[in-house]
């Protein structure tokens, strides 16, 4: 059984940083893409980030502008994002996925199969 376990969300100050990372278990996705999705309350599932399976490609939502960055490992089995300069709007839900699809690296909720529960990161003013 495949599981996404995400981590490192919390509560911070405009300004900050964190750190997620999201584990996976069951299966290795040594030849998928990743990526890292959000949803604030109200909105849509908005996509963050992505790294393609040898993270010689990733893909940043427009919104980022070069805050965010996103890494994967291997022997983890593990992807992450590295988010700075965080600010109020960045506060939603964070979620872990991996595209289906051998290597390929999607941007859109409906390339991704298996997806995690995600971890709240909320960014006060």
């Known amino acids: 059984q495949v599981q996404l376990t995400e981590s490192g969300g919390g509560l911070v100050q405009a300004g900050d940083s964190l750190r997620l990372s999201c584990a996976v278990s069951?299966?290795?996705?040594?030849?998928?893409?990743m990526a890292w999705f959000r949803q604030a309350p109200g909105k849509e599932r908005e996509f963050v980030s992505a790294?393609?399976?040898?993270?010689?490609?990733?893909h940043y939502g427009d919104f980022v502008k070069g805050r965010f960055t996103i890494s994967r490992d291997h022997a983890k089995n593990s992807v992450y994002l590295q988010m700075n300069s965080l600010k109020p709007e960045d506060t939603a839900v964070y979620y872990c996925?991996?595209?289906?699809?051998?290597?390929?690296?999607?941007?859109?909720?409906?390339?991704?199969?298996?997806w995690g529960q995600g971890t709240q990161v909320t960014v006060s003013s």
């Open positions: 996925a991996v595209d289906a699809r051998v290597g390929r690296v999607g941007i859109h909720p409906q390339d991704y199969h298996y």
């Open positions: 069951g299966r290795t996705f040594h030849s998928n893409g």
């Open positions: 790294i393609s399976w040898n993270a010689d490609t990733t």
